[in-house]
């Protein structure tokens, strides 16, 4: 037995290395059971769960993990922080701005999954807490927010290469509890709270960074402040929000080929300043507010089945106002 081994071993590495000889156009051509593309097995994601209000501003920070259903805590920001907006670059989440439960403030924390640990990163132009925050181009764009005086119609871009902040155009409306996506290359921002007008706002912009323009696209059917956004299939998602004092279990989608809106299954719970993430074809919406309590639930949204399931586990504590990201495993 053992000589047939060694025998067949030394066949396939001649089979090998006349493989590996080959130019493309003939590896192609080469017939062999054991010459298969391997496929490219990713890390298990979890889901991210960063600060919020519970009911005051909170440093904790928990992971879900889908494969064994289950949530756990990693390490706790420096400082409190909720009503911010996360990004994730190089695997690494950035926590933009929000509250730290006396000032808005222009801080950001980087969080490493593999150390599990925070540090600092270089603060935003302008305080914002209720911002929207979204990754384009390998950059973090922080989007409108409230400064603790008015709602914000400027917005920033933070460049990882240079590790600086920059203004860019401004927005046509202040919005604060704005949500943002991107699709496409476009940045969107959608609905809001105007303080100028003291409207809950349905309106929705787009900004496309290689002119440096903000243009309006068609209004949600809904005024949404505090809604989730998230993004599935280049198609962009409003979930949630409030109006005044109606708090919305609502959803909505916008397809920006036909620049329209469609309503979809509405929420099992109302919600308003719940993070919204996508993975594997899902759309996760995690905790938020019913007006009168925090929520420790997350709801599934099956977009092929136009249907929603609550997950089994609970958070650890209700979270109103919290970041979320879908991130790698942590190894530690």
Not at 18 to 38: C, N, T, V
Not at 154 to 177: G, H, L, N, Q, V
Not at 277 to 306: C, I, M
Request: proline residues 5%; contains cysteine.
């Amino acid at each position: 037995m053992r000589v047939f081994m060694i025998r067949n071993s030394k066949d396939y590495l001649i089979e090998a290395l006349k493989y590996h000889l080959l130019k493309g156009e003939q590896k192609a051509l080469f017939k062999s059971p054991r010459i298969k593309p391997r496929q490219p097995v990713g890390l298990p994601k979890v889901l991210l769960v960063v600060g919020g209000q519970a009911p005051k501003a909170i440093r904790s920070v928990e992971c879900y993990d889908f494969k064994e259903e289950r949530w756990f805590p990693v390490a706790e920001m420096p400082s409190r922080r909720c009503r911010c907006g996360i990004a994730v670059i190089g695997g690494k989440v950035f926590a933009v701005g929000g509250f730290n439960g006396s000032l808005r403030v222009r801080t950001v924390d980087i969080y490493d999954p593999i150390r599990d640990t925070w540090s600092s990163c270089a603060n935003m132009e302008a305080r914002r807490s209720t911002l929207g925050v979204a990754t384009l181009n390998g950059c973090i764009y922080a989007v409108g927010g409230f400064d603790g005086s008015t709602g914000l119609n400027s917005a920033e871009m933070y460049d990882p290469k240079t590790f600086e902040w920059r203004m860019i155009a401004p927005m046509s409306t202040r919005r604060s509890s704005v949500g943002v996506g991107v699709v496409n290359k476009y940045l969107f921002a959608v609905g809001g709270y105007d303080g100028a007008s003291r409207q809950c706002l349905s309106s929705v912009e787009s900004y496309y960074p290689e002119t440096d323009v903000w243009t309006t696209v068609a209004e949600m059917s809904a005024r949404r402040s505090g809604a989730g956004v998230g993004v599935l299939d280049d198609l962009l998602y409003a979930v949630g929000g409030h109006d005044g004092p109606l708090v919305r279990k609502s959803v909505e989608v916008y397809n920006p080929e036909t620049n329209s809106w469609k309503p979809v299954a509405d929420m099992n719970l109302c919600r308003r300043n719940a993070g919204v993430v996508a993975l594997n074809k899902l759309l996760y919406v995690v905790g938020g507010d019913d007006g009168t309590s925090n929520l420790s639930s997350v709801e599934v949204y099956n977009p092929e089945q136009d249907t929603w399931t609550l997950l089994p586990a609970h958070m650890g504590i209700g979270r109103s106002y919290a970041g979320v990201a879908i991130i790698d495993k942590p190894g530690f």
